[in-house]
T-cell receptor, first 113, second 113 residues
Framework: AAGVIQSPRHLIKEKRETATLKCYPI?????VYWYQQGPGQDPQFLIS???????DKGSIPDRFSAQQFSDYHSELNMSSLELGDSALYFC????????????FGPGTRLTVL | AQSVTQLDSQVPVFEEAPVELRCNYS??????LFWYVQYPNQGLQLLLK??????LVKGINGFEAEFNKSQTSFHLRKPSVHISDTAEYFC???????????FGAGTILRVKS
């Protein structure tokens, strides 16, 4: 069965650079969630989209922005990267934001040097 | 706001022994409860979920959990573990099914032969 695809799987950036993470949800899934998991920490909710509109926002820094496109894929843009942004970034998708479970992708590991 | 406490950061256990991973939550309203498993360098996989109804929930890989409203607990159990169960386990809550997940800090289950 198709799963959530995230690209790239690994990304290395320097401080103050910009990074773009991409998420391709399971076909027909219209809701996308982004989570950040720091080293040795639990995943923290960043932001979610339903039908291309932002539906909820968590502890996402102002340096980060995200959007969901017409084909339902989503991108997380991160600017002025800091060392503390080094983490595993998960994307999850669901078929219906109130009826279906969240299916997680394998994550993108971002390392900021 | 809701929160999740996983009481054990690591649980070592011998193969074929029973195991219980503890999870307590706090919320002023009803919540939905989940257990996820994360294998090294992989995404999060749903083990089981409690939405309503029977308080004993059975999931994949022989795991089960019991929802106890009076003790605000949702402990995960398995009667006989395998080496392949070695992973990190996260308890999570959401106010609505499909809403953002709030995770506990995780419990690393180490199964020894």
């Amino acid at each position: 069965a198709a799963g959530v695809i995230q690209s790239p799987r690994h990304l290395i950036k320097e401080k103050r650079e910009t990074a773009t993470l991409k998420c391709y949800p399971i076909p027909r899934h219209d809701t996308v969630y982004w989570y950040q998991q720091g080293p040795g920490q639990d995943p923290q909710f960043l932001i979610s989209f339903y039908e291309k509109m932002q539906s909820d926002k968590g502890s996402i820094p102002d340096r980060f922005s995200a959007q969901q496109f017409s084909d339902y894929h989503s991108e997380l843009n991160m600017s002025s990267l800091e060392l503390g942004d080094s983490a595993l970034y998960f994307c999850a998708s669901s078929l219906d934001r109130v009826q279906d479970e969240q299916f997680f992708g394998p994550g993108t590991r971002l390392t900021v040097l | 706001a809701q929160s999740v406490t996983q009481l054990d950061s690591q649980v070592p256990v011998f193969e074929e022994a029973p195991v219980e991973l503890r999870c307590n939550y706090s919320s002023s309203v009803s919540v939905y409860l989940f257990w996820y498993v994360q294998y090294p360098n992989q995404g999060l996989q749903l083990l089981l979920k409690y939405l309503s109804g029977s308080t004993l929930v059975k999931g994949i890989n022989g795991f089960e959990a019991e929802f106890n409203k009076s003790q605000t607990s949702f402990h995960l159990r398995k009667p006989s573990v395998h080496i392949s169960d070695t992973a990190e386990y996260f308890c999570a809550v959401s106010l609505e099914y499909g809403n953002k997940l709030v995770f506990g800090a995780g419990t690393i289950l180490r199964v020894k032969s």
